[in-house]
């Protein structure tokens, strides 16, 4: 009787325990159910996004950047297409072997491009080489295989037209740095992005730059692009119109280039007299900005900044040189203001002047005997003048200098500009920390001792020289321009200040620099032109002190290094000034016969171009 009682014992167990599973399925299945309706109607919009994710993916578009042009309309840069190599490291399964085998056909920086991809989220994009052949693209794409995460883009990138024409003052492109992303100041920026480090090309960024375009692709498992599902195409920048004309450039950057093309060191900047436009600014040595444009290499970098010459640096604004003689101009007028002379006193040059135990020079060993204001100026006497500079003193030297524009920056708009030095008794004990010494007057009324100038202030002094006493903003750019033509923003001239000269005193000035260059007796004779009657001021600018000795002035025997620098500024026509020059050569020796050349012909290759008015030239 115990066997089906056992039975249906266990039966009854067997029941329950499937009543147990049934339930466990069906809480199983309910919280599946439960789980499908939360993904698929709760949460599918942000899964969607999610599985987009994994085959979308957002490519940026670089914009093209404006133009730069000259005054008619010539190009001077522009954009052009290149390939351009580009790792995901994301992607990049095996990068170790993919860049071995690239680096058999490619050169590459493998140190600096290891450093870059540390500094990069994995899923960012890292400029491997830029503007690669057609060859090494063929290569590429033949082993696509072989580079997964490594991709080709064809992108726009700055063309310099004419290389190293005008370099410094266009400026160059530089990968942004990571000083300035973090900064945050513009965030559309990325890292990768080019933009403007130097010259118009910076200070103009923001207008140049244009805005970038988006495209979403749908991409395969190698990350390939395999079709465009949006796009938001990019905005091109803002062009540039300059005051610079092209044709005067070349011409000025062709006569610096000197003998078997050896450039001589220096600046020249010509400069419209009536408005302050900058039409040619050259500063030698100079580089090509072209090798900016997709990345410099290190060992160009290096040839760059160790170049002798410094050849990165715009001396036409940075660059600072005693003014030499041509600062007699500064002296003369300050002379005739202040009535410690007239235009026919007459003061002895025995080739030197005393004062106290001291002796100073003239150039001309033997002196010149008796000079008055005009012949001073058209010999460059220098004993007239330090007569002059001793009897006024330095702070009215300087009072006047800074009056012609000298000791600030012009405000050419390329940045910072080095102001110079005008000295005075309260400078000295500034910055030497020491007491203005008598001696130091004679010196500095002759444009050494401490004076310094930039090559853009001595144009900018001869402009005003030129249009009657009125100091006028140098200015580079005529308009910006939108990428429809329209015109955003326009310059024009800009009155900084006036001399504060009688005119009587200022037109004796000038009719001594016509005579600098037009008469037997003067040192710019070099710049002498037969139908343009041109004026202008030599100026020897010494660089080392040199012995009693003449001879040691000789430039076979001084070496490169320590012989004079050499200056001429002008204008012309006379009668009715149209342009004006500032012209250093540095280590170059006597102005009149190295910078008066040079000045002649800039002259010549302008007046051919644009012939002046009958009345501006001579019978």
Not at 78 to 88: D, E, G, K, Q
Not at 225 to 231: A, M, N, Q, S, V
Request: aromatic share 8%.
């Amino acid at each position: 009787m115990s066997l089906p009682r056992c039975t249906t014992e266990t039966g009854e167990a067997v029941k329950g325990k499937i009543w147990i599973l049934a339930s466990l399925v069906v809480v199983s299945f309910l919280c599946l159910w439960i789980r499908i309706w939360y993904l698929q109607v709760l949460e599918w919009q942000h899964l969607t996004g999610l599985a987009e994710d994994n085959y979308v993916q957002i490519v940026p578009l670089p914009a093209n950047r404006g133009m730069i042009q000259d005054r008619n309309g010539e190009t001077l840069v522009s954009i052009r297409p290149v390939f351009n190599l580009y790792l995901i490291p994301e992607d990049a399964t095996v990068l170790g072997s993919s860049l071995d085998k690239l680096a058999q056909r490619i050169s590459l920086d493998r140190e600096k491009l290891q450093k870059k991809i540390a500094e990069t989220r994995s899923f960012k994009k890292v400029l491997i080489k830029g503007d690669i052949s057609r060859e090494e693209v063929a290569f590429i794409e033949e082993n696509s295989m072989s580079f997964p995460g490594i991709r080709i883009w064809a992108e726009p990138v700055r063309n310099y037209v004419f290389d190293s024409l005008a370099s410094h003052t266009l400026g160059y492109l530089g990968e942004i740095s990571k000083a300035r992303l973090k900064s945050r100041k513009d965030p559309t920026y990325r890292q990768g992005d080019f933009i403007g480090i130097s010259g118009l090309e910076n200070v103009y960024e923001s207008f140049l730059r244009g805005e970038k375009g988006y495209k979403e692709v749908e991409v395969d498992v190698s990350g390939r692009e395999l079709k465009t599902l949006r796009k938001l195409p990019p905005k091109s920048g803002s062009s540039l119109v300059l005051t610079l004309d092209v044709k005067i450039q070349e011409e000025v950057e062709k006569l610096m280039a000197g003998a078997a093309g050896q450039d001589m060191n220096g600046s020249v900047v010509v400069v419209k007299v009536q408005t302050g436009e900058v039409i040619a600014i050259i500063s030698k040595p100079s580089f090509d900005p072209n090798k900016f444009a997709v990345g410099i290499s290190s060992l160009d970098w290096k040839a760059l900044v160790n170049g002798d010459g410094s050849p990165m640096e715009n001396k036409s604004i940075h660059g600072q040189y005693p003014p030499g003689s041509t600062y007699k101009i500064v002296t003369a007028l300050a002379g005739l203001e202040e009535g410690v002379i007239k235009p026919d006193t007459s003061i002895f040059c025995p080739g030197y002047f005393n004062l106290g135990a001291g002796r100073y020079r003239c150039w001309k060993k033997s002196g010149h005997g008796f000079m008055n204001l005009h012949d001073a100026l058209v010999q460059s006497c220098d004993v007239y003048f330090y007569t002059i500079g001793h009897r006024l003193g330095i702070n009215t030297i300087a009072k006047y200098a800074k009056n012609l524009g000298l000791g600030r920056a012009t405000r050419l708009g390329l940045g910072h500009e080095s102001k110079g030095v005008i000295p005075t008794t309260q400078w000295k004990l500034l910055h030497k920390k020491e007491p203005w010494h008598l001696g130091e007057t004679i010196s500095a009324s002759i444009g050494q001792g401490f004076n310094l100038v930039t090559p853009m202030q001595q144009a900018i002094l001869m402009t005003a020289v030129a249009n009657g006493g009125v100091l006028l903003k140098p200015y580079l750019v005529k308009r910006i321009e939108g990428p429809d033509g329209q015109i955003q923003q326009e310059f024009f001239p800009e009155i900084i200040g006036q001399f504060g000269v009688a005119p009587d005193h200022l037109e004796q000035v000038q009719n001594a620099l016509r005579d600098v260059v037009n008469s037997a007796q003067g040192t710019g004779k070099e710049s002498r032109l037969k139908n343009i009657i041109v004026s202008g001021k030599t100026g020897t600018a010494q660089v080392v002190r040199m012995e009693s000795d003449e001879e040691l002035k000789k430039q076979e025997v001084v070496p490169v290094k320590h012989r004079d620098h050499a200056w001429f500024m002008a204008f012309a026509p006379y009668e009715q000034p149209v342009i004006a020059v500032a012209i250093i050569v540095e280590h170059g020796g006597h102005g009149g016969t190295t910078a008066g050349p040079i000045a002649r012909k800039i002259f010549k290759k302008y007046f051919d171009l644009y012939p002046p008015l009958p009345s501006a030239q001579t019978l």
